[in-house]
């Protein structure tokens, strides 16, 4: 058997084991978020929208985004270029999941810095009305800045079969650009600065706090200590949120750029093979996040 052969098989293997795992742990596990976050414990906090919408946005990725690319990778079914319609319709719904998905962990990261702050007035920020207001909003510029995805997306034969992906030519560099500066680039460095500045003032507010012994607790200082502390437990899962999208987002983006780059580039059946497989491990990756935030 020949090394293309056996790499070949690898990959069908691959395509046939792996999504559907992650399929299966992401869909129950975004379910169990949707639900825990509707609980009427938690529904308190105004951070928890972000965490709900987050699990909505993550669902859409998997049941638009994986489900689909399983049954054209490990079935040969591809129903993206069957239609015009369903393959701007994916693309569009995947896409605006997946960058809302990076703008509520930097969203419910700049609540959580005010809810950290030592200042009054900027704890007072986080309020149910402002978060709603800001979900509402990010919703509606994603749509607008991605709506010419429902235009502009094109089934084009390629040497490997048709694709539905962006128009080639100076379109689909644009996109990928843009894709790359909306879903992984600036989300990221703004998540990495609100991330840091999050954990100093955490660090600093856990240090002023004095040490409350048991007889001089009163109820609503205990109230405000479990507060405190639920708190804290958001801003945890916040941080390892964060670390595990930027560790997921950047693959995907360095490998659409790569291939629109080398588009016009003489390749070899061996290294087609090995770029295909790339696609699909940095999109499987991408799915991954999506699945896992539950079992964090």
Avoid at 16 to 22: D, E, H, S
Avoid at 53 to 81: C, K, M, Q, R, S
Avoid at 194 to 207: E, F, K, M, S
Wanted: charged share 10%; with cysteine; hydrophobic share 45%.
């Amino acid at each position: 058997m020949s090394n293309t052969s056996a790499f070949t098989d690898f990959t069908t293997q691959y395509n046939r084991m792996v999504p559907p795992t992650v399929f299966w742990i992401g869909v129950v596990g975004n379910i169990f978020n949707i639900i825990t976050f509707s609980g009427y414990t938690l529904r308190t906090n105004p951070c928890t929208m972000y965490f709900f919408g987050l699990a909505i946005t993550h669902l859409n990725n998997l049941v638009f985004g994986l489900l689909f690319n399983y049954l054209g990778d490990a079935h040969h079914v591809d129903p993206l270029t069957a239609s015009i319609v369903i393959c701007r319709l994916r693309f569009f719904i995947v896409h605006c999941s997946i960058v809302l998905s990076s703008w509520f962990i930097v969203l419910a990261g700049i609540d959580r810095y005010f809810i950290s702050s030592r200042k009054v007035n900027l704890r007072n920020l986080s309020s149910f009305k402002n978060i709603l207001s800001l979900i509402l909003a990010a919703i509606s510029i994603c749509f607008v800045l991605y709506a010419h995805v429902l235009v502009l997306f094109a089934i084009e034969q390629t040497k490997t079969g048709p694709v539905c992906y962006a128009q080639s030519g100076a379109y689909r560099v644009f996109y990928d650009f843009f894709f790359f500066a909306t879903y992984s680039c600036t989300p990221t460095v703004l998540m990495i600065i609100i991330g840091l500045a999050t954990l100093c003032n955490t660090i600093r507010r856990r240090d002023q706090i004095n040490p409350i012994t048991v007889t001089q607790t009163s109820a609503p200082a205990k109230q405000t200590q479990r507060l405190r502390k639920r708190d804290y437990h958001f801003i945890k899962m916040l941080l390892l949120e964060l670390a595990t999208t930027v560790l997921f987002t950047l693959p995907i983006v360095t490998q659409k750029l790569y291939a629109t780059l080398t588009e016009g580039t003489p390749k070899t059946s061996e290294r087609l093979h090995i770029e295909n497989f790339f696609a699909q491990l940095v999109r499987t990756l991408t799915q991954i996040n999506s699945a896992i935030s539950f079992y964090m």
